[in-house]
Structures are given as C-alpha cells and as structure tokens.
C-alpha cells in the first residue's frame, strides 16, 4: 500500500504546525518554507485539511492557519482520509476499479485479512506521535473558531432588555 506525495506534504504541514511551542498561526508561505514544499500544492491540500475539520484558518493580524484541535486528538488515519477519501481503507491495493467483495482481485483475500490491522494501527496513531518521533513537542490547539474564521469578539453595545 502507498500513500500519494499529498498525503506526505499535508502530514509534513500539519507536523510544521503541530510541533511549535507556541500556538499562533502560521501562514502558508511559512510551512512550506521549513518543509521545504510547493507553495500552490500545499495551498491545495490545506483546503482539504479545512474542509475536514483538521486545521482553522485565521484572518487578519494573526492569519494563517492553526490545528483545530490539540496533536494528539488527530490522528493519521483522519488525515489520510481527508486527503484520500474516506474509502482510503476498503479500496483495493492494486487500485482496481472493479475490485470488490463480488469482483475480487487476486490479492483480495489477503487484503481483507489485514485491512482492519492497518487501519486501526493507523488510527491509534496521532499527529503528536510523528511529531515526537521527529525529535519535537506539541503546541496546544488554537481553540474554537467562527464559521468565517475570525475570534468571536465581545460585544461593545450593552444589550437592550424587554420593557414591561
């Protein structure tokens, strides 16, 4: 089984962004520089990383993009999917089309014997993991975001209360 170069650059993204001490936002020009990847394919693959849920992104002073939730809460498996599709783990190994459980393929059989180990060895993993195995440590994450992407700031006006 192998994995595409995307699913390896959003896994590299997401350890650039998880293995920093603070927890600020990093634009993408910034990962990709200390990845040393291709800015348009990153800008790619991190929209896929926010329309999963994975990462937020941030706008204004501090822009750029921050986990969604905390390294160890996302594993690699919910990270291969986004990129991949939620099918990454009931596909066929040779990538038939036509490979199924009516339709197997030669190595059908074998597959399905150690698909279920692969994918929980997978899940049990987190990004905390590759990024304690790179010799890092976590940031914490950068907390709940509105649907447009800025904090929710309090209100300045004080609220109108029902006159009886």
């Not at 959003?10 to 200390?34: D, H, K, M, Q």
């Not at 905390?70 to 986004?82: K, M, P, Q, V």
Request: hydrophobic fraction near 40%; glycine fraction near 8%; charge should be positive.
């Amino acid at each position: 089984m192998t994995f595409s170069r995307e699913c390896e650059y959003a896994l590299r993204g997401l350890a650039a962004l998880a293995g920093r001490a603070e927890a600020r936002p990093l634009v993408l020009s910034e990962i990709a520089a200390r990845e040393q990847l291709p800015l348009s394919f990153l800008s790619k693959i991190f929209q896929k990383l926010h329309k999963h849920g994975l990462v937020v992104s941030r706008r204004g002073v501090e822009r750029g993009y921050a986990l969604a939730r905390e390294a160890r809460a996302i594993s690699i498996r919910a990270i291969l999917e986004a990129i991949e599709g939620p099918d990454l783990f009931t596909r066929c190994v040779f990538a038939h089309h036509g490979c199924g459980e009516e339709h197997p393929c030669l190595a059908h059989p074998a597959w399905l014997a150690v698909r279920n180990q692969v994918q929980a060895a997978f899940e049990g993993t987190t990004l905390e993991d590759v990024v304690k195995a790179r010799g890092g440590t976590t940031a914490p994450a950068a907390g709940p975001v509105q649907a447009a992407g800025r904090p929710k700031a309090p209100s300045a006006r004080p609220r109108r209360t029902a006159r009886s």
